[in-house]
Structures are given as structure tokens and as C-alpha cells.
């Protein structure tokens, strides 16, 4: 079982940065690939980054290619998403979830753990 926590989110103004960072418990952190996902009032939950079991592989939406990375750290049990460059639209709260040992997916029914969220909010 794996339990995840959040932080790091807050209220910034567009272009500014914010750096999310995720804390796992549990003996199984480095067997599951990680994903980070965010909801906007009103509309459905979207990953927006996704990394696998080692941290080899990565995988962004559109929406964010070129402003956030995700990285983790299976020393520590973290799991981090820079974001960069901030707009107006990716404001939503954000989720750390674990991913279905042994599966690739992108939505969210491919995660079975997931954090309580933190808010982001970027003002124009």
C-alpha cells in the first residue's frame, strides 16, 4: 500500500514557478510509475505528467511540454513537478497518484493511490 501527500502549491501570478512535491510512504514506492494530475473546477481530472518505476521515462500533455518536469527520487520517496512559466489555465488542484503496478496508463482509473490534491492558482 502506498500513501501520498502533497504540498507546495499556492497562489502566483502568470510566468512565475512552483515547485510540487510529493511524499510517499510505503515499501513499494519504487514499483510503481507516478503520475501527476490536475482538476479544474468544472471540468474532468487530466494527467499532466507521468514517470515511470526507474524515472527513465517521462511522459507530458500538450499542454504543459516544455514548462513542467517531473522527477523522482526512489531514495526518498518523492516524486516533484516543476512547473515553469505558469498561465492563467493550468490553475486547478493537483493530484500525486500511483499508477497500477505493472500498467502504462494516462487516465486516471490506471492509478489506484492518490494524495488529498493541492491548489494551484495563477493570476493573470
Known amino acids: 500500500q502506498v500513501q501520498l501527500v502533497e504540498s507546495g502549491g499556492g497562489l502566483v501570478q502568470t510566468g512565475d514557478s512552483l515547485r510540487l512535491s510529493c511524499a510517499a510512504s510505503g515499501r513499494t514506492f519504487s514499483r510503481n510509475a507516478m503520475g501527476w494530475f490536475r482538476q479544474a473546477p468544472g471540468k474532468e481530472r487530466e494527467i499532466v505528467a507521468r514517470?515511470?518505476?526507474?524515472?527513465?521515462?517521462?511522459y507530458y500533455a500538450d499542454s504543459v511540454k516544455g514548462r513542467f518536469t517531473i522527477s523522482r527520487d526512489n531514495s526518498k520517496n518523492t516524486v516533484d513537478l516543476q512547473m515553469n512559466s505558469l498561465k492563467p489555465e493550468d490553475t486547478a488542484v493537483y493530484y500525486c497518484a500511483a499508477a497500477i503496478s505493472g500498467t502504462y496508463s494516462l487516465l486516471p482509473a490506471g492509478y489506484n493511490y492518490w494524495g488529498q490534491g493541492t491548489q494551484v492558482t495563477v493570476s493573470s
Open positions: 514517470i515511470s518505476m526507474s524515472g527513465g521515462g517521462t
